[in-house]
């Protein structure tokens, strides 16, 4: 009896130490999401595509764009983009550094559906559709990348999916060859992709999105008669109008209008999965306990036109008192910008400090969420959202037809063509669209102030002052400063903060490379002067 | 190997039914009875002490008068041994003829004998003086000393090595950190804990269900569990039912209650706005405060019109604290049982419905089926519920941060006032809805054992538990205007319900099997230990979201609008397969060796990396047990000298890290206003993903003289981990996130002591003790560089996120000084800090940021003292660490700069008569921002502290008192927690600053003074 325990025993001992090589499969734990089953149907690039869109440029940064221009301001020094305006970005500093990786991420995720569509069996994918997919991620690459390089200049370019080691090894390329690259992209996109869509599908990539996006890339890199070609071609499409009130374009109401051509979509049902936006929490006025965190500076107010079509130096309607300057100007301005005496929520909206403004927009230095300069953005701030600030579904337009239309006279005057009757009608369209008067010639300046008061707060004045090279003439200011006032003592004072001089380097017409991506690349060279 | 392929679990399985229906014979024989009693040297009844018989397997355990019976006893002669921790070991032989009773006496003195506690070693228990690794041990009893809502709490301040850093009184949420000898990883560093036997949970165990705590320091002893045992292990055993003849029930059971502790002290009201209206004026404004208001105001005219409210003691109470355990307990030679339920209820100490309450019952029971076969049977039931307000945190923060106390509560009518400042802390904590939780325990855990009397032993043991939990966040609709001040601006507003409703639940299965075999021969004495583990957990989780209930009182997300709704789910799994293997052998009792061999695979590596191997070896001297030390060195009763080396892992990294995986909705986007499930890459897959491995080296020594009564005993070690895995950074053009990679290093070394002295003068007996430690913490390997987050930062050669910032050397006196310095600000002035330029760009900018603090506590230490005369007993446990860094932030710091807040401490600010300040000036607002820009060393503040802990008085009521009540014993006692700290940080609790925030936490520790009674029937 003794010896079955000692065999016994033994075996549970032996037992412990050899039962594991039997046991692999045990420890062979799947995920509930593992790869293996990936890019075998048709859902799997419907899914890649999604996504691909969810990587465009956002609410967010596009207004945050123009606070780094002489249209606006950070509202405060301690945010992470004040940086970019007082020349002291550098390649540590942490806003470009999120942008560069957002992109990134998108030309990633079109180049993996690019790199994995023809590994999905041919009978499990409509053929048709999948050009569309095939187009519809070659147009957003081509969004990407122009994003990138009009931020940070000479970008590396991978055109497929790279591993970590690839990508340290890559070199920058140079600007000329992005933009080769990002044209070829739209010339490709745009024939496979439908003119509209129906349904759900509505708010994807379209022919006329991928030609727009062809004249704003040409356009920005001098390529003037491409730029007019693809313009042209839009408005040859038939397709598009200005929507008759241009104040309603940027709310609930302006949604679906036929001046839209390209938008990052929103949908308040969506809050769950974050793709809702925040635009009334994050730029709407203090009066509705918003944050403001860009806000309107005076430069950009001054330059609105009087209904008159003269500057405010040269109109005789100008009435420079503070609550009179607003009165007579081109109606974008309102439709633009909240000021003093403008009517907001049922009340009229007074940032004059404390005690002239009970309101809590009355201009107070010390509380972060009141505007430096007694302005509030209004462009996109619907009141429908109100009280449900952090919940707002605004699609936030990318591309729209007074755009095109901008960027085609644009283009005809850098061609030497400013008589061109098309180039001189396409820009009144955008002029009388809001009642201002009629030019009879075109000159440069005529275009770029446009472009100024029509696209502000929509996220392009940054990379105009860029291509026009003027970022140097109209960024420097001793200080930020904002609205006009009658202080208790009878004097006339304009709110200025106080330690806000704006400086302007000539390597700020680029961002620099992050740091974090040097660190990586031996073989990446930093913009010049970083 | 053999090609035959038979599941590990059906192997399991036949094994276990060969082990336990091999045949067992009990021969019946003539038998008789011993009886007896156990006593200390004053003849007062010792219960709990155990009695066991050399030679033999039977044991038994004193009841409640100190009586034991040991029944079936073959008629023959018999060495008994009894032994209780703190009480000196007696043997007694005695004779048994069959038919007979013989009786027998034990009067046990009192002793230090640290080296006769009891430990568990993991599988096995061993007394002290036969350990040969680092270890410590406190008895349930200890702990239950000091009434705790949670263990963990309850073990601060015993053990040398073993850090308790305690965050707060939040309930149901109060574990302290519990870590063994500093930090290995940069992830997980809790210990592994192991509750009867298998894996468990320390948080939700009742203190009053404690047996003991034991801990394993070193690798050595913490070897037996491989692969997890890497940040140390500690082994919690339940209460057992003891072979007392008999049954017995006690009760018991306090009351407490609870207050916010070391509370900062705000500046009388008159002060406060009287350095407001300075800082107005310095700005170059009008004075905020006309002396007319700061006068009414100071003097309460008028509560509405001249406000003076004390934010905190609006939102704090004492609140009452209750835990109560009824136990039927005892057992004969056949079944030991000890059945118990418990019922705790905690009271948060804010002022709205806030509380954990936690019902438990356990069943532990013994079979001896036969004289070799005995079984276990553990249950388990749990119901644990608390009630958390969503604007928890928030209303605490603004009360100190944002909110002036000329800001009031209330209008007269009950509305609530935004007067002075966009915040009413009360609306924020009551108003906002709450966190419902709840969680559901079960757990079954068998164990049988078959014992031979050859020296072989064979156990099983098969553990299941089950926990679901259950979170309902529901938040109300809300809309506060000010209908005085502001009635037209929402303050706090929500205008639709948000219901979440989140299920997780959690499956675990072990499964355990183990031989021994036991042999002792001439001066030589074996114990080979071999096991057998696999374990399975499974997690699951789904949760649903709806907001837009059509009214607040629907609060289920069924009740909510459609078209607003979320869903999520997950689930994972890992599994574990171990063989294990442990010897012993000690020669002459003097010489002591173990060698432990553990190899181990987890599911959660890669594929070629899932197994590991490690080994452990220890050896021990006790050099009092050589003849020339006994012979000439008398009054030194035992001296042990230890030395183990071993190598240990750390599994506890997320699940599936080898695998490539697709995140389903991730990268959504809405087309048409349509919500479009979008997919994007997982992280990169790292296949070779595999343990974190700690290497660890410990020397120790223990000490006990004159005649036991003093003890000592130290350890130095040397912990080196490597492989800790980290996410290297990656090229952002791979627009993934990064993969993880066993790449960093880490290393911690340390030492300990603890010296105790028990004795008795008359009959007073008293005890003594004192434990001390420090651990030196550092990076020692750390690819892709320095990771700086905010005012933290990882560095090679510095601790674990070592508080980071710029070094502020003084303050400025005179403008001069302030010019010839580097420049800071365009407004730094006298009265400002002073940085130092560390790169001599001749500015200050975050290039100049250096490491200017360790947060990790140093030079930890305990001391313990009790007393017992007659009936009466008290003890006294003191707790602190003698050199931390607390970094300090926000309005702790800010008082009237932002006219929040304003603390006592802050008065001792610059001002051109006060030039030897503790703090710098106050300046207007935001331009306070030159004195803190980011973070900076002038406010790394020394956070070394004492903390009276503990305070117990007791009384035994005379027996003969407590038999006329039909009671078997009773005791009554009043305690104290948290009495008093002492600390250079007046008002800034410092065990509260959390090293994951940047400010204090402030959900205050809380002082309880509680009264109790342990009753036995």
Same mark, same amino acid.
């Not at chain 2, 933290?792 to 601790?799: A, F, I, K, M, T």
């Given at each position: 009896?003794?010896?079955?325990?000692?065999?016994?025993?033994?075996?549970?001992?032996?037992?412990?130490?050899?039962?594991?090589?039997?046991?692999?499969?045990?420890?062979?734990?799947?995920?509930?999401?593992?790869?293996?089953?990936?890019?075998?149907?048709?859902?799997?690039?419907?899914?890649?595509?999604?996504?691909?869109?969810?990587?465009?440029?956002?609410?967010?940064?596009?207004?945050?764009?123009?606070?780094?221009?002489?249209?606006?301001?950070?509202?405060?020094?301690?945010?992470?983009?004040?940086?970019?305006?007082?020349?002291?970005?550098?390649?540590?500093?942490?806003?470009?550094?999120?942008?560069?990786?957002?992109?990134?991420?998108?030309?990633?995720?079109?180049?993996?559906?690019?790199?994995?569509?023809?590994?999905?069996?041919?009978?499990?994918? @409509?053929?048709? /559709?999948?050009? +569309?997919?095939? #187009?519809? %991620?070659?147009?957003? !690459?081509?969004?990407? $990348?122009?994003?990138?390089?009009?931020?940070?200049?000479?970008?590396?370019?991978?055109?497929?999916?790279?591993?970590?080691?690839?990508?340290?090894?890559?070199?920058?390329?140079?600007?000329?060859?992005?933009?080769?690259?990002?044209?070829?992209?739209?010339?490709?996109?745009?024939?496979?992709?439908?003119?509209?869509?129906?349904?759900? @599908?509505?708010? /994807?990539?379209? +022919?006329?999105? #991928?030609? %727009?996006?062809?004249? !704003?890339?040409?356009? $920005?890199?001098?390529?003037?008669?491409?730029?007019?070609?693809?313009?042209?071609?839009?408005?040859?499409?038939?397709?598009?109008?200005?929507?008759?009130?241009?104040?309603?374009?940027?709310?609930?109401?302006?949604?679906?209008?036929?001046?839209?051509?390209?938008?990052?979509?929103?949908?308040?049902?969506?809050?769950?999965?974050?793709?809702?936006?925040?635009?009334?929490?994050?730029?709407?006025?203090?009066?509705?306990?918003?944050?403001?965190?860009?806000?309107?500076?005076?430069?950009?107010?001054?330059?609105?036109?009087?209904?008159?079509?003269?500057?405010?130096?040269?109109?005789?309607?100008?009435?420079?008192?503070?609550?009179?300057?607003?009165?007579?100007?081109?109606?974008?301005?309102?439709?633009?910008?909240?000021?003093?005496?403008?009517?907001?929520?049922?009340?009229?909206?007074?940032?004059?400090?404390?005690?002239?403004?009970?309101?809590?927009?009355?201009?107070?230095?010390?509380?972060?969420?009141?505007?430096?300069?007694?302005?509030?953005?209004?462009?996109?701030?619907?009141?429908?959202?109100?009280?449900?600030?952090?919940?707002?579904?605004?699609?936030?337009?990318?591309?729209?037809?007074?755009?095109?239309?901008?960027?085609?006279?644009?283009?005809?005057?850098?061609?030497?063509?400013?008589?061109?009757?098309?180039?001189?009608?396409?820009?009144?369209?955008?002029?009388?669209?809001?009642?201002?008067?009629?030019?009879?010639?075109?000159?440069?300046?005529?275009?770029?102030?446009?472009?100024?008061?029509?696209?502000?707060?929509?996220?392009?004045?940054?990379?105009?002052?860029?291509?026009?090279?003027?970022?140097?003439?109209?960024?420097?200011?001793?200080?930020?400063?904002?609205?006009?006032?009658?202080?208790?003592?009878?004097?006339?004072?304009?709110?200025?903060?106080?330690?806000?001089?704006?400086?302007?380097?000539?390597?700020?017409?680029?961002?620099?490379?992050?740091?974090?991506?040097?660190?990586?690349?031996?073989?990446?060279?930093?913009?010049?002067?970083? | 190997?053999?090609?035959?392929?038979?599941?590990?679990?059906?192997?399991?399985?036949?094994?276990?039914?060969?082990?336990?229906?091999?045949?067992?014979?009990?021969?019946?024989?003539?038998?008789?009875?011993?009886?007896?009693?156990?006593?200390?040297?004053?003849?007062?009844?010792?219960?709990?002490?155990?009695?066991?018989?050399?030679?033999?397997?039977?044991?038994?355990?004193?009841?409640?008068?100190?009586?034991?019976?040991?029944?079936?006893?073959?008629?023959?002669?018999?060495?008994?041994?009894?032994?209780?921790?703190?009480?000196?070991?007696?043997?007694?032989?005695?004779?048994?003829?069959?038919?007979?009773?013989?009786?027998?006496?034990?009067?046990?003195?009192?002793?230090?004998?640290?080296?006769?506690?009891?430990?568990?070693?993991?599988?096995?228990?061993?007394?002290?003086?036969?350990?040969?690794?680092?270890?410590?041990?406190?008895?349930?009893?200890?702990?239950?000393?000091?009434?705790?809502?949670?263990?963990?709490?309850?073990?601060?301040?015993?053990?040398?090595?073993?850090?308790?850093?305690?965050?707060?009184?939040?309930?149901?949420?109060?574990?302290?950190?519990?870590?063994?000898?500093?930090?290995?990883?940069?992830?997980?560093?809790?210990?592994?804990?192991?509750?009867?036997?298998?894996?468990?949970?320390?948080?939700?165990?009742?203190?009053?269900?404690?047996?003991?705590?034991?801990?394993?320091?070193?690798?050595?002893?913490?070897?037996?569990?491989?692969?997890?045992?890497?940040?140390?292990?500690?082994?919690?055993?339940?209460?057992?039912?003891?072979?007392?003849?008999?049954?017995?029930?006690?009760?018991?059971?306090?009351?407490?209650?609870?207050?916010?502790?070391?509370?900062?002290?705000?500046?009388?009201?008159?002060?406060?706005?009287?350095?407001?209206?300075?800082?107005?004026?310095?700005?170059?404004?009008?004075?905020?405060?006309?002396?007319?208001?700061?006068?009414?105001?100071?003097?309460?005219?008028?509560?509405?019109?001249?406000?003076?409210?004390?934010?905190?003691?609006?939102?704090?109470?004492?609140?009452?604290?209750?835990?109560?355990?009824?136990?039927?307990?005892?057992?004969?030679?056949?079944?030991?049982?000890?059945?118990?339920?418990?019922?705790?209820?905690?009271?948060?100490?804010?002022?709205?419905?806030?509380?954990?309450?936690?019902?438990?019952?356990?069943?532990?029971?013994?079979?001896?089926?036969?004289?070799?076969?005995?079984?276990?049977?553990?249950?388990?039931?749990?119901?644990?519920?608390?009630?958390?307000?969503?604007?928890?945190?928030?209303?605490?923060?603004?009360?100190?941060?944002?909110?002036?106390?000329?800001?009031?509560?209330?209008?007269?009518?009950?509305?609530?006032?935004?007067?002075?400042?966009?915040?009413?802390?009360?609306?924020?904590?009551?108003?906002?809805?709450?966190?419902?939780?709840?969680?559901?325990?079960?757990?079954?855990?068998?164990?049988?054992?078959?014992?031979?009397?050859?020296?072989?032993?064979?156990?099983?043991?098969?553990?299941?538990?089950?926990?679901?939990?259950?979170?309902?966040?529901?938040?109300?609709?809300?809309?506060?205007?000010?209908?005085?001040?502001?009635?037209?601006?929402?303050?706090?507003?929500?205008?639709?319900?948000?219901?979440?409703?989140?299920?997780?639940?959690?499956?675990?299965?072990?499964?355990?099997?183990?031989?021994?075999?036991?042999?002792?021969?001439?001066?030589?004495?074996?114990?080979?230990?071999?096991?057998?583990?696999?374990?399975?957990?499974?997690?699951?989780?789904?949760?649903?979201?709806?907001?837009?209930?059509?009214?607040?009182?629907?609060?289920?997300?069924?009740?909510?609008?459609?078209?607003?709704?979320?869903?999520?789910?997950?689930?994972?799994?890992?599994?574990?397969?171990?063989?294990?293997?442990?010897?012993?052998?000690?020669?002459?009792?003097?010489?002591?060796?173990?060698?432990?061999?553990?190899?181990?695979?987890?599911?959660?590596?890669?594929?070629?990396?899932?197994?590991?191997?490690?080994?452990?070896?220890?050896?021990?001297?006790?050099?009092?047990?050589?003849?020339?030390?006994?012979?000439?060195?008398?009054?030194?009763?035992?001296?042990?000298?230890?030395?183990?080396?071993?190598?240990?892992?750390?599994?506890?990294?997320?699940?599936?890290?080898?695998?490539?995986?697709?995140?389903?909705?991730?990268?959504?986007?809405?087309?048409?206003?349509?919500?479009?499930?979008?997919?994007?890459?997982?992280?990169?897959?790292?296949?070779?993903?595999?343990?974190?491995?700690?290497?660890?080296?410990?020397?120790?020594?223990?000490?006990?003289?004159?005649?036991?009564?003093?003890?000592?005993?130290?350890?130095?070690?040397?912990?080196?981990?490597?492989?800790?895995?980290?996410?290297?950074?990656?090229?952002?053009?791979?627009?993934?996130?990064?993969?993880?990679?066993?790449?960093?290093?880490?290393?911690?070394?340390?030492?300990?002591?603890?010296?105790?002295?028990?004795?008795?003068?008359?009959?007073?007996?008293?005890?003594?003790?004192?434990?001390?430690?420090?651990?030196?913490?550092?990076?020692?390997?750390?690819?892709?560089?320095?990771?700086?987050?905010?005012?933290?930062?990882?560095?090679?050669?510095?601790?674990?996120?070592?508080?980071?910032?710029?070094?502020?050397?003084?303050?400025?006196?005179?403008?001069?000084?302030?010019?010839?310095?580097?420049?800071?600000?365009?407004?730094?002035?006298?009265?400002?800090?002073?940085?130092?330029?560390?790169?001599?760009?001749?500015?200050?900018?975050?290039?100049?940021?250096?490491?200017?603090?360790?947060?990790?506590?140093?030079?930890?230490?305990?001391?313990?003292?009790?007393?017992?005369?007659?009936?009466?007993?008290?003890?006294?446990?003191?707790?602190?660490?003698?050199?931390?860094?607390?970094?300090?932030?926000?309005?702790?710091?800010?008082?009237?700069?932002?006219?929040?807040?304003?603390?006592?401490?802050?008065?001792?600010?610059?001002?051109?008569?006060?030039?030897?300040?503790?703090?710098?000036?106050?300046?207007?607002?935001?331009?306070?921002?030159?004195?803190?820009?980011?973070?900076?060393?002038?406010?790394?503040?020394?956070?070394?502290?004492?903390?009276?802990?503990?305070?117990?008085?007791?009384?035994?009521?005379?027996?003969?008192?407590?038999?006329?009540?039909?009671?078997?014993?009773?005791?009554?006692?009043?305690?104290?927690?948290?009495?008093?700290?002492?600390?250079?940080?007046?008002?800034?609790?410092?065990?509260?600053?959390?090293?994951?925030?940047?400010?204090?936490?402030?959900?205050?520790?809380?002082?309880?003074?509680?009264?109790?009674?342990?009753?036995?029937?």
């Amino acid at each position: 009896m003794k010896s079955r325990f000692l065999i016994l025993g033994s075996l549970v001992m032996t037992m412990s130490f050899v039962g594991c090589q039997s046991a692999d499969d045990l420890l062979g734990v799947e995920s509930p999401t593992t790869v293996n089953t990936f890019w075998t149907q048709e859902a799997d690039a419907v899914l890649f595509v999604t996504s691909t869109y969810s990587a465009l440029p956002g609410w967010f940064d596009l207004i945050s764009f123009d606070g780094m221009t002489d249209n606006g301001a950070v509202n405060r020094q301690f945010d992470n983009r004040y940086v970019y305006t007082d020349g002291t970005a550098d390649p540590q500093s942490g806003y470009a550094r999120g942008l560069w990786g957002q992109f990134y991420t998108g030309v990633a995720r079109a180049n993996t559906l690019l790199a994995n569509i023809d590994g999905i069996p041919a009978a499990k994918i @409509d053929s048709t /559709r999948k050009k +569309r997919y095939v #187009a519809e %991620a070659r147009f957003l !690459r081509g969004v990407f $990348y122009l994003q990138l390089v009009s931020m940070f200049g000479d970008v590396p370019m991978p055109l497929k999916p790279v591993t970590d080691a690839e990508a340290r090894a890559m070199t920058n390329s140079t600007a000329t060859q992005i933009y080769d690259q990002i044209l070829a992209d739209f010339d490709a996109a745009a024939p496979a992709l439908p003119l509209s869509y129906t349904g759900n @599908d509505i708010g /994807r990539a379209t +022919r006329g999105a #991928a030609l %727009a996006f062809k004249a !704003r890339a040409a356009l $920005y890199d001098g390529r003037y008669q491409i730029a007019a070609d693809a313009a042209k071609a839009v408005m040859d499409l038939g397709r598009y109008s200005l929507h008759t009130n241009y104040a309603a374009l940027f709310s609930y109401a302006g949604e679906n209008s036929p001046e839209i051509i390209f938008a990052h979509n929103y949908a308040k049902t969506a809050q769950a999965t974050g793709q809702n936006n925040n635009m009334f929490g994050e730029y709407g006025p203090p009066t509705n306990s918003s944050t403001g965190s860009v806000v309107p500076i005076r430069s950009l107010v001054d330059a609105y036109q009087m209904i008159d079509g003269q500057s405010i130096t040269t109109s005789p309607l100008y009435d420079p008192a503070w609550d009179k300057m607003y009165s007579n100007r081109d109606p974008r301005l309102a439709a633009t910008i909240l000021y003093p005496t403008a009517p907001w929520d049922g009340g009229i909206f007074d940032s004059r400090p404390s005690p002239l403004s009970t309101k809590p927009e009355a201009l107070n230095l010390a509380l972060a969420s009141v505007s430096v300069t007694g302005y509030n953005i209004r462009k996109y701030i619907d009141l429908t959202d109100k009280n449900d600030r952090g919940n707002g579904g605004i699609d936030f337009i990318l591309m729209r037809y007074a755009d095109v239309l901008l960027m085609y006279a644009e283009a005809k005057v850098a061609l030497g063509q400013a008589d061109d009757a098309a180039a001189l009608a396409a820009f009144n369209q955008v002029r009388t669209r809001v009642q201002m008067p009629a030019l009879t010639t075109l000159t440069q300046n005529d275009v770029r102030q446009e472009r100024r008061v029509e696209l502000a707060f929509e996220g392009l004045r940054l990379f105009d002052i860029r291509r026009w090279k003027i970022a140097e003439q109209v960024m420097p200011i001793p200080a930020v400063t904002g609205i006009d006032y009658v202080d208790a003592t009878g004097v006339k004072v304009t709110a200025a903060q106080p330690v806000s001089a704006r400086r302007f380097p000539v390597r700020a017409y680029l961002w620099p490379i992050p740091q974090s991506e040097l660190d990586l690349n031996k073989n990446l060279k930093q913009n010049p002067g970083y | 190997m053999s090609q035959i392929k038979l599941s590990v679990w059906w192997r399991l399985i036949l094994s276990t039914i060969a082990l336990l229906v091999a045949p067992s014979i009990v021969f019946a024989q003539g038998t008789g009875t011993i009886s007896g009693t156990i006593a200390d040297s004053m003849g007062v009844p010792v219960p709990n002490a155990r009695i066991t018989v050399d030679g033999a397997t039977k044991a038994t355990t004193s009841g409640s008068t100190g009586e034991f019976t040991l029944t079936g006893m073959a008629a023959g002669t018999y060495t008994l041994r009894a032994r209780l921790i703190g009480f000196r070991e007696q043997s007694q032989s005695v004779t048994v003829t069959a038919g007979q009773m013989s009786s027998v006496q034990f009067r046990l003195g009192r002793t230090a004998v640290e080296l006769e506690t009891i430990v568990s070693t993991g599988y096995a228990t061993q007394t002290k003086a036969n350990v040969t690794g680092a270890t410590e041990v406190v008895a349930g009893e200890e702990i239950t000393k000091r009434p705790v809502s949670n263990i963990t709490k309850g073990l601060q301040g015993f053990m040398p090595g073993v850090t308790v850093q305690d965050f707060g009184g939040r309930p149901g949420a109060d574990g302290a950190q519990v870590r063994i000898r500093g930090a290995t990883t940069l992830g997980n560093n809790g210990a592994l804990i192991i509750v009867d036997g298998v894996v468990g949970e320390i948080n939700n165990l009742d203190p009053l269900d404690i047996e003991s705590v034991s801990v394993l320091k070193d690798a050595a002893s913490a070897a037996i569990y491989g692969a997890r045992a890497a940040n140390g292990v500690v082994i919690i055993k339940t209460r057992r039912g003891s072979n007392t003849g008999a049954f017995k029930v006690t009760y018991d059971g306090y009351v407490a209650t609870q207050t916010a502790q070391n509370m900062p002290e705000r500046v009388d009201i008159r002060t406060e706005l009287q350095t407001v209206n300075q800082l107005y004026v310095s700005s170059n404004l009008a004075p905020k405060y006309t002396d007319g208001y700061i006068d009414s105001t100071a003097r309460g005219l008028d509560p509405f019109k001249y406000p003076n409210t004390n934010w905190l003691g609006l939102i704090y109470k004492s609140a009452p604290m209750a835990d109560q355990t009824v136990r039927l307990s005892g057992g004969n030679d056949l079944t030991q049982l000890s059945l118990s339920a418990n019922y705790f209820d905690q009271q948060g100490i804010l002022t709205t419905e806030n509380y954990y309450k936690r019902y438990t019952t356990r069943a532990n029971t013994n079979f001896n089926i036969s004289k070799r076969l005995t079984a276990q049977a553990n249950l388990m039931l749990m119901d644990e519920k608390t009630v958390r307000p969503r604007g928890e945190g928030d209303a605490e923060f603004r009360a100190i941060h944002d909110t002036p106390p000329t800001s009031l509560f209330k209008y007269p009518d009950g509305s609530y006032s935004w007067s002075k400042s966009d915040y009413n802390p009360v609306a924020l904590l009551r108003e906002q809805g709450n966190v419902k939780s709840r969680w559901i325990t079960t757990s079954i855990n068998l164990v049988g054992a078959y014992a031979l009397e050859n020296g072989f032993k064979f156990g099983a043991q098969f553990e299941g538990d089950n926990k679901d939990n259950r979170n309902l966040e529901f938040q109300p609709v809300t809309r506060f205007f000010d209908p005085v001040v502001k009635p037209t601006t929402a303050h706090m507003d929500n205008n639709r319900t948000n219901s979440i409703d989140s299920r997780n639940w959690n499956f675990n299965m072990d499964a355990q099997l183990t031989g021994e075999y036991e042999r002792s021969f001439g001066p030589h004495a074996f114990h080979l230990l071999t096991g057998y583990e696999q374990r399975q957990s499974e997690f699951d989780n789904a949760q649903a979201s709806r907001r837009g209930a059509y009214n607040n009182d629907l609060q289920l997300p069924g009740n909510g609008d459609p078209t607003l709704q979320g869903t999520g789910s997950d689930a994972s799994q890992t599994r574990i397969i171990r063989q294990f293997a442990r010897l012993n052998y000690g020669w002459n009792n003097r010489y002591l060796l173990e060698v432990d061999l553990s190899h181990d695979g987890s599911s959660r590596f890669g594929p070629s990396k899932k197994y590991g191997t490690f080994p452990s070896a220890s050896l021990a001297w006790r050099v009092s047990e050589e003849p020339f030390f006994k012979q000439h060195i008398g009054f030194i009763d035992e001296l042990k000298l230890r030395g183990s080396w071993g190598r240990l892992g750390n599994d506890r990294i997320d699940d599936y890290l080898f695998q490539e995986t697709i995140n389903l909705n991730s990268g959504n986007y809405s087309f048409n206003n349509v919500l479009s499930s979008g997919a994007t890459p997982g992280r990169i897959a790292n296949t070779n993903i595999g343990w974190e491995t700690t290497e660890q080296t410990n020397g120790g020594v223990d000490i006990e003289v004159l005649d036991h009564r003093l003890s000592f005993t130290g350890d130095v070690y040397n912990k080196q981990t490597s492989g800790v895995l980290l996410a290297v950074p990656i090229s952002a053009l791979v627009g993934r996130a990064s993969p993880t990679q066993n790449a960093a290093g880490v290393s911690n070394v340390g030492w300990e002591g603890a010296v105790n002295w028990r004795s008795e003068v008359r009959a007073v007996n008293y005890s003594v003790g004192f434990n001390i430690a420090n651990n030196k913490n550092r990076i020692t390997r750390l690819p892709g560089g320095d990771q700086i987050n905010t005012n933290s930062l990882r560095r090679v050669g510095e601790p674990i996120d070592a508080i980071f910032g710029i070094k502020a050397v003084g303050i400025f006196q005179t403008p001069e000084e302030v010019a010839a310095w580097a420049t800071q600000n365009p407004k730094t002035g006298p009265g400002d800090l002073k940085y130092k330029d560390q790169n001599g760009d001749g500015k200050i900018d975050a290039n100049d940021r250096v490491v200017i603090g360790d947060r990790f506590p140093h030079y930890t230490f305990g001391a313990n003292g009790s007393v017992q005369w007659r009936n009466f007993d008290a003890s006294v446990l003191l707790q602190g660490v003698g050199k931390q860094d607390i970094f300090l932030d926000g309005a702790l710091i800010e008082g009237p700069t932002w006219e929040n807040f304003f603390p006592t401490y802050l008065l001792d600010s610059w001002s051109p008569t006060n030039r030897d300040a503790k703090w710098p000036r106050f300046v207007y607002r935001s331009d306070h921002n030159q004195n803190a820009p980011g973070s900076n060393s002038w406010y790394v503040r020394d956070g070394k502290y004492l903390t009276l802990k503990n305070l117990n008085f007791g009384y035994t009521i005379p027996t003969h008192y407590a038999n006329w009540a039909r009671m078997s014993s009773a005791r009554v006692y009043v305690a104290g927690t948290n009495v008093y700290t002492w600390s250079p940080l007046k008002g800034l609790l410092p065990t509260e600053a959390n090293p994951g925030s940047t400010r204090a936490t402030y959900y205050f520790q809380t002082r309880n003074w509680s009264f109790g009674t342990s009753l036995g029937f």
